[in-house]
């Protein structure tokens, strides 16, 4: 039978007296006035007709029923009371695991180079980072945040930019340029070793999207001819590094190749900005603490590659 508010409350109240021993002691730890305490207890012994308390003007005792109910209260209250405090130190101080759904691409972009300086500012956290390259309801698995390209999320999602906004970019080495020329447009690509990258989730070839750079915005969408593929970005990467051909990649993956020279980037004009990696969580309200930390984090990195890429 489920007990009433009411005598939930005489219960709580009476461990505190018990407990202290001391009707004036209790009252001041409940900031409550000893005559309520009074009160409450004589309620909660004529509800259970029996005597919980022996008390005069100067002592009091547990009775034989009262010891036997306070040694099966005292437990269950204790056991509440670290549950409530520990409630409380999620929001004073983040801890816990945090699991997190990321492609590929953006775990090794945005989260594993800065892990251990994220792990390290925030000790008592725990990071597990779910790879899937096809779109997750983090709610329906259980996640606590998910990286994703674009905004275009579930309405009750909470969507943050944690990029600033990114381009495709089309890479071949200096050694593939020279053996094979520089495409001037898109449909130069004809004449060209295109290398693909297949999704892992929906098994689809990445099709190359261009805008032309004219007043016009005409859209050129190309399915990549070449004598390779790969669901992997590194592997695809490397193809291009020892000039097996061209790939398609996000402008921030390849920025350090591009500063030394390693690979170039072609047709840049064709290639407009898009919104870029955006952190998403279930919902603002009552927020986890370790939920917030993380989303400062990755926006105080997304300044970062602002700067560096301005």
Known sequence: MPIEPSLASALTWFAHIARHCSFTKAATEMEVTRAALSQHLKALEQHLNVRLLNRTTRDMSLTEEGQRLLDVLQ???????????????????????IRMNSSRIAARLLVEPHMATFLARYPKLRLELVMDDGFSNIVADGLDAGIRLGESLDEHMVAVPITPPLEMAIVGSPGYFKHHGVPQTPAD?????????????SGTIDRWSFTSPDTEKRTVVLDPKGNAVFNDDDSMLRAALQGVGLVQHINLCVRQHLAEGTLVRVLAPWCPPFPGFYLYVPSRAQMPAKTRVLMDFLIERREQLARATA
């Open 75 to 97: 437990p269950a209250l204790s056991a509440i009371e670290r549950a409530v405090a520990e409630l409380g130190e999620t929001h004073a101080e983040p801890s816990g695991l």
């Open 189 to 201: 690509l004809m004449q060209h070793n295109c290398l693909a990258y297949r999704f892992t989730s």
